[in-house]
């Protein structure tokens, strides 16, 4: 199953998108996306926001992260989802496991982000250069808390404040600590592993979001770990 719909109302879906599944289409990619897979079955979504090509889509998961997502089924309520991302009042919390133990219970990074020349890639930059602030970079936050310390890997929930391209794995790897599976951001010793863990994916999941609905209530939504995860976690991780 390619996604699950967690939540079903008028103005809005909560889906749990699965790792492997792109988001959105782009002239270079041919495979099927979860825009196209949405239209399919909620053809209204098309007509949705205010880019064709991401009808309904207020935010993203990159291909091989799963977990939840909100995406807007009427304009109000992609009008009002947008804002609150603009805003920074959504509350998204991903579970990672990344290489190496963490001392500290919990911590802040601020990394700024900056995409790569080659564009495919981010770079936590340093905050200060020559003791002036770094000019270069769009400001980023995470947060995490410590949920299970192992031998050689850490378990964490994160939270992001912002919503920059690659921004947990981009921060955790600039941490000393990149994310499991993935090979993008890892080093040349996490890559090794990460072919010997032949988990084809990166252990990154959106288990918890939080918004306001068209009424101005608050909703939260939880998902557990894939199964994928919760058996690597049982069987190969020390």
């Known amino acids: 199953m390619i996604f699950k719909i967690i939540k079903k109302t008028a103005d809005y879906l909560v889906i749990n998108k699965s790792a492997g599944l792109i988001v959105h289409g782009a002239p270079h990619i041919k495979e099927t996306t979860l825009v196209d897979e949405l239209i ?24 091989l992260v799963s977990g939840l997502m909100v995406i807007a089924r009427t304009n109000e309520s992609f009008d009002n989802l947008k804002k609150q991302f603009q805003k920074r009042t959504v509350a998204k919390h991903y579970t990672a496991l990344v290489y190496g133990q963490i001392e500290a219970d ?81 080093s040349k010793k996490t890559k090794v592993k990460n072919e010997k863990l032949n988990l084809n994916r990166i252990f990154l999941h959106a288990h918890q979001l939080e918004f306001d609905d068209l009424q101005g209530e608050r909703k939260k939504y939880e998902t557990e770990l894939p199964d994928e995860l919760t058996k690597l976690l049982n069987t190969k991780i020390k």
Do not use: W
Not at 41 to 54: E, S
Not at 148 to 155: E, H, P, Q, S, V
């Open 40 to 63: 399919k079955k909620f053809p209204r979504i098309k007509k949705v926001g205010d880019d064709p090509a991401r009808p309904g889509i207020v935010h993203r998961l990159d291909k």
């Open 106 to 186: 919990e911590g802040r990074i601020d990394f700024p982000i900056y995409r790569s020349k080659g564009g495919y890639k981010m770079v936590a930059l340093p905050k200060t250069v020559k003791r002036e602030k770094n000019p270069l970079g769009r400001t980023a936050l995470s947060e995490f808390e410590i949920l299970k310390r192992y031998i050689n890997y850490t378990l964490l929930d994160v939270r992001i404040k912002t919503g920059r391209t690659h921004q947990i794995r981009c921060h955790l790897a600039a941490f000393g600590h990149p994310v499991v599976g993935d090979d993008l951001y890892g």
